[in-house]
């Protein structure tokens, strides 16, 4: 009988995961040696969006937009507005998500906190790139520069 030792490396710790670019990359202070050959096991984990929650989200978004731009724009929004509003909304889908995550699995798995910690870094990205889009529109209020919700 041939058995081949295996050993299953931690996310954060060993490796990183690009989650724009799926790029797995090995940390220096991790378990994993340089030039090491390792293989690679997967599971793509989709989650599901309900009406209700893109709803909120909108609304979420909208209602920040409002607070953030200056009273001329609200009227005739213009597609930076829209562009901006988009990512923020996005953005609060992946904060719920985040929490569905975590409580879908009942007692904090690491797996549940990895997935978790995806969601919240794409919505830091989707936060930050509608922060950037609407900060042209922005009344002379200090929030935007302090971040979203200083």
Request: negative net charge; aromatic residues 8%; contains cysteine.
């Amino acid at each position: 009988m041939w058995y081949d030792r295996f050993f299953v490396y931690a996310a954060g710790d060993d490796y990183t995961v690009s989650i724009t670019t799926g790029e797995i990359t090995r940390k220096p202070t991790g378990a994993i040696a340089d030039g090491q050959t390792v293989l690679v096991d997967y599971v793509v984990a989709l989650g599901s969006v309900s009406d209700a929650m893109v709803e909120q989200a909108i609304t979420e978004s909208g209602e920040a937009v409002l607070a953030l731009v200056a009273t001329p724009y609200h009227e005739a929004p213009t597609q930076g507005l829209v562009i901006g509003a988009t990512h923020w909304a996005v953005a609060a889908v992946c904060r719920m998500r985040a929490g569905a995550t975590l409580a879908d699995s009942g007692i904090a798995s690491s797996v549940a906190r990895a997935a978790a910690e995806t969601w919240l870094g794409l919505a830091a990205q989707y936060d930050q790139t509608g922060r950037s889009f609407l900060s042209r529109f922005a009344s002379a209020q200090p929030s935007l520069r302090a971040g979203r919700n200083a």
